[in-house]
C-alpha cells in the first residue's frame, strides 16, 4: 500500500485507487476500498489536514480486514500525518484531565 498526501488547511479527504490487478473481482475491490474507508472515518481528529489518496496493491487482495487497517494506519504514520503513539500508553491523555493525586500521600492537616 502506498500514500500521496498533499497538505493543506481544512478537513481530510480520502481517495482510493484500487485497480484490476489488485483483485479481478470487483466484490474484493470494493471490500478494500470499505475497510480504508471505515478506517479513516475513525481516525482521530488530530490528523493532519490535506488530500490522502491510497494505492492499493495486490497484497490486500489476500489481506485481512485488520492487515489492511494496520497497512494504512502505518502509512500514515511513515509520512508524518498521524502522531505515533506513545509507547505503553493505550490512550492519550485529555487535555483537561488534572494529574491524579497519589493514594500514598496523606492530605495537609492544619493544626489550628
Do not use: C, Q
Request: hydrophobic residues 40%; proline residues 12%; aromatic residues 4%.
Amino acid at each position: 500500500m502506498s500514500l500521496h498526501w498533499r497538505p493543506h488547511e481544512g478537513p481530510a479527504r480520502l481517495g482510493m485507487a484500487v485497480s484490476r490487478k489488485v483483485d479481478k473481482r470487483a466484490v474484493g475491490r470494493n471490500r478494500i476500498k470499505r475497510v480504508l474507508r471505515e478506517t479513516f472515518r475513525h481516525l482521530p481528529p488530530d490528523l493532519a489536514g490535506g488530500d490522502y489518496v491510497v494505492v492499493a496493491r495486490s497484497a490486500a487482495a489476500r489481506a485481512s480486514h485488520p492487515d489492511i487497517r494496520d497497512a494504512f494506519l502505518r502509512v500514515l504514520r511513515r509520512a508524518g500525518a498521524l502522531p505515533v503513539p506513545a509507547a505503553g500508553v493505550t490512550m492519550p491523555p485529555r487535555p483537561d484531565a488534572h494529574p491524579p493525586s497519589s493514594p500514598l500521600t496523606e492530605p495537609e492537616r492544619r493544626s489550628d
